[in-house]
């Protein structure tokens, strides 16, 4: 039993996502997979139900909710496969740039359309050139009197198509690395904005991934977030969470495929018998469910240490990086233990299983977690 301080206003939190994702994300989940994104009407009735930016407060739209809110609605997505409506990338993730370093305009202007799901957000950090090493970013940014022109390409981002607005890394001070690098709020309708095509990837195929192109985009000095110069030191200050929410989907995502399984070998006959008399198969669950119960009492541990706001950069890594692993290892001997109908997208095994490869690559790939991790040792040292 988790010791975290979930109470029954919780409890009703996640009866409400759980409905939501049955009644209006589960049925239709195939058809958007085909489509390659979700309708903008989703985001609009989830608004509606208080489940986007429920951690904003009150003044700007939401509950002032705490983070266990959050983790639920990852959770529900994640334990139905539903990996389409990507609300986490818009609530946990940009909404907090906003509130922690945007002015008081800026907040009023987004944040509240942002939790009633009219204006759809996403973060264009990647570029074709530029992953996990943020620092090699070549987007710029220059200041032309009162306003910004941006140029450059980012590739890899999540809401691309039906995106409102982008939080969008430039280099304000291309000589000076890290510290020359800036955040900006980019409205899509701005001219010199384009969408290129939306990619076509393995897998988390309802969800909307596509390339950026600015071609001298005029923004108003206003549209800056924070200070000039220190849009890396806010990204380093947001990453831990966003690695969180990455490892707080693995493990729901790994404990569905566990559940899926064993209804499946238990019904599933061979030899007469069903699959789950066979030892081989009780032994592999038996070692699967161990891994993902130690998953989760570390995921416990993290959430814990987040509510106080002690969740340093280095456990979020280790969290990033060993739970999307034990992940992809769950789920890729689930479909094994499905056998041919494992690998068939009428069983949700299949689907899961290609949408969790990209779990140990975006949030920063899992060498980059180890590399952060091992640092942080040596540097204690």
């Known amino acids: 039993m988790s010791a975290l301080p979930y109470s029954s206003e919780h409890a009703a939190f996640r009866e409400t996502v759980r409905r939501f994702v049955e009644t209006e994300v589960a049925p239709h989940h195939r058809q958007w997979e085909d489509e390659g994104a979700v309708p903008r009407e989703l985001w609009r009735k989830a608004g509606a139900l208080g489940?986007?930016?429920?951690?904003?407060?009150e003044a700007y739209g939401g509950a002032g909710a705490d983070f266990l809110y959050s983790a639920i609605l990852v959770e529900e997505f994640a334990a139905a496969g539903a990996t389409?409506?990507?609300?986490y990338l818009h609530s946990d993730i940009v909404a907090p740039y906003?509130?922690?370093?945007?002015?008081?305009?800026q907040k009023r202007a987004w944040l509240p359309r942002m939790a009633a799901g009219e204006v759809i957000t996403g973060i264009a950090m990647t570029e074709p050139g530029a992953g996990s090493d943020l620092a090699g970013i070549r987007t710029r940014a220059e200041r032309r009197g009162d306003d910004y022109l941006i140029s450059g390409q980012k590739i890899f981002i999540s809401n691309g198509q039906i995106g409102d607005l982008f939080v969008v890394v430039a280099k304000t001070t291309p000589d000076a690395g890290a510290k020359g690098m800036s955040l900006f709020l980019v409205e899509a309708d701005r001219p010199g904005f384009a969408r290129g095509r939306n990619l076509d990837k393995m897998g988390m195929s309802a969800q909307d991934t596509s390339e950026l192109f600015f071609d001298q985009v005029r923004v108003p000095a206003g549209n800056l977030l924070g200070e000039e110069g220190a849009g890396f030191g806010y990204l380093m200050?947001?990453?831990?969470?966003?690695?969180?929410?990455?490892?707080?989907?693995?493990?729901a995502s790994a404990e569905a495929a566990i559940r899926w399984t064993v209804d499946y070998v238990r019904e599933r006959r061979a030899f007469g018998k069903p699959l789950s008399e066979k030892q081989t198969i009780r032994f592999t669950l038996a070692e699967l469910h161990t891994e993902t119960t130690i998953g989760r009492a570390f995921l416990d541990r993290c959430l814990a240490q987040h509510l106080e706001g002690k969740?340093?950069?280095a456990t979020a890594s280790m969290a990033k990086y060993w739970l999307s692993e034990l992940q992809?290892?769950?789920?890729?001997?689930?479909?094994?233990?499905?056998?041919?109908?494992?690998?068939?997208?009428?069983?949700?095994?299949?689907?899961?299983w290609?949408?969790?490869r990209v779990q140990r690559i975006y949030g920063g790939t899992t060498e980059i977690m180890k590399e952060i991790i091992g640092r942080t040792l040596i540097e204690r040292r």
């Open 98 to 105: 906003i509130l922690h370093y945007g002015g008081e305009a």
């Open 84 to 87: 389409g409506p990507l609300f």
């Open 328 to 352: 992809f290892r769950v789920l890729d001997a689930c479909v094994q233990l499905h056998g041919g109908y494992g690998y068939m997208r009428e069983y949700p095994i299949a689907h899961a």
């Open 311 to 313: 969740l340093d950069t």
């Open 237 to 251: 200050r947001e990453l831990p969470q966003e690695r969180l929410l990455v490892a707080i989907a693995a493990v």
């Open 354 to 356: 290609a949408d969790a």
């Open 51 to 57: 489940m986007l930016c429920p951690g904003l407060p």
